[in-house]
């Protein structure tokens, strides 16, 4: 069965610190990981990754991939009270976007 | 602005009740989907139209029925729900391309059953 987790579930910080999350997943035939922000209601995408190594980055967020070890980190740097979100993980396999399977997302909160 | 708009933002219902959830996306996609979100939980995927056809049906209870009139709306019927389905139901779109598709979603209704 598909599975993602990801860690922590909660964290707090102070404005300024750098975040670090983290995504595992087991997926047949993967094909990509996502990542989304959840601020009120909506989620709102941010990175697609699909290959190994390659960085994704914007403005102060950036993503990573790991094919072989099945993980992807989600880097928040100068942390703003904007960031205060919960940040959710997907991965699709050979169903693509028609089954994507979500982690239990991390809430993180930026204290002034 | 997403692009999916939902509505109502929040519902109170009885266990006797009959409502319905709407959701309508401007994007031109061509799948629709419904989600479930406790607290807690991950999202759980109930229901996928893809071309105006069901194609996913996550042993979801008969209490939830979904209607796919076009490819721009999509409605959750709900009547005799139970107090443990009180969660956030999120409507999502995708353009089912092959390749690197992603969900764009709505803003939920979130829903209290007493």
């Known amino acids: 069965e598909d599975k993602v987790v990801q860690s922590p579930l909660s964290l707090v910080v102070h404005e300024g610190d750098t975040v670090t999350l983290n995504c595992s997943y087991e997926v047949t035939n993967f094909r990509s990981l996502l990542w989304y922000k959840q601020e009120k209601k909506a989620p709102t995408f941010l990175f697609m990754l699909t290959s190994s190594g390659i960085e994704k980055k914007s403005g102060r967020l950036s993503s990573i991939l790991d094919k072989k070890e099945l993980f992807s980190i989600l880097n928040i740097t100068a942390t703003q009270t904007g960031d205060s979100a919960i940040y959710l993980c997907a991965v699709s396999g050979i169903q693509g976007a028609q089954k994507l399977v979500f982690g239990q997302g991390t809430r993180l909160t930026i204290n002034p | 602005e997403t692009g999916v708009t939902q509505t109502p933002r929040h519902l109170v219902m009885g266990m006797t009740n009959k409502k319905s959830l709407k959701c309508e996306q401007h994007?031109?996609?061509?799948?629709m989907y419904w989600y479930k979100q406790s607290a807690k939980k991950p999202l759980e995927l109930m229901f996928v139209y893809s071309l105006e056809e069901r194609v996913e049906n996550n042993s979801v209870p008969s209490r939830f029925s979904p209607e796919c009139p076009n490819s721009s709306h999509l409605f959750l019927h709900l009547h005799t729900l139970q107090p443990e389905d009180s969660a956030l139901y999120l409507c999502?779109?995708?353009?089912?391309?092959?390749?690197?598709?992603?969900?764009?979603f709505g803003s939920g209704t979130q829903l209290s059953v007493l």
């Open positions: 999502a779109s995708s353009q089912l391309t092959g390749a690197n598709e992603k969900l764009f």
């Open positions: 994007l031109g996609h061509n799948a």
